[in-house]
């Protein structure tokens, strides 16, 4: 079957730091990935997503980047955090176009 | 920007009631997906309905799709407790797309 890990669960991070989050995806192959952030009690805003190895898509212009070094791992990274930059980091997974997500159970990030 | 809009914002109601939930979109979709997430947690799958359909059932839960009006509804029939999470719509856009994009979603609080 397959599964999603995401870590680290917790992170306070000073403004100014870098930041690494990384996803992986066990029991599939060629998954597309995501990344998602949640601002306290709001929705979904999506970062990234990749198709495939070394192919990232944007959706916001932001202090982040993405990486997808393997088949089923996507990174999350920043060289310098911001205070806006905190929140609720989910990491996701699925089999095509249009077909239902899986989703990690998340990185809770505070920038102090 | 957000395909989705939920209707309610918050919702409370007593355990046995029933919960209806709305969502409205604002293009062509090619499916419509509704998930769950419990505080601090990552987003779990409920249902996906295409767009050529109108509704779909699974177990309590019944999902409508009306492609005319651009929206959908959900509804949860005899909730309980363990039904408080929030809720959230989310779309793929006819066309193809990889993207999933979720609306801010309804806080659903079921009291005992």
Known sequence: SQTIHQWPATLVQPVGSPLSLECTVEGTSNPNLYWYRQAAGRGLQLLFYSVGIGQISSEVPQNLSASRPQDRQFILSSKKLLLSDSGFYLCAWTAGISEKLFFGSGTQLSVL | ?112
Not at chain 2, 63 to 71: A, E, H, M
Request: glycine content about 8%; overall charge positive.
């Open chain 2, 1 to 112: 920007s957000q395909q989705g809009e939920e209707d309610p914002q918050a919702l409370s109601i007593q355990e046995g009631e029933n919960a209806t939930m709305n969502c409205s979109y604002k293009t062509s979709i090619n499916n419509l997906q509704w998930y769950r997430q419990n505080s601090g947690r990552g987003l779990v799958h409920l249902i996906l309905i295409r767009s050529n359909e109108r509704e779909k059932h699974s177990g309590r839960l019944r999902v409508t799709l009306d492609t005319s009006k651009k929206s959908s509804s959900l509804l949860i029939t005899a909730s309980r407790a363990a039904d408080t999470a929030s809720y959230f719509c989310a779309t793929v856009a006819q066309g193809g797309s990889e993207k999933l994009v979720f609306g801010k979603g309804t806080k659903l609080t079921v009291n005992p």
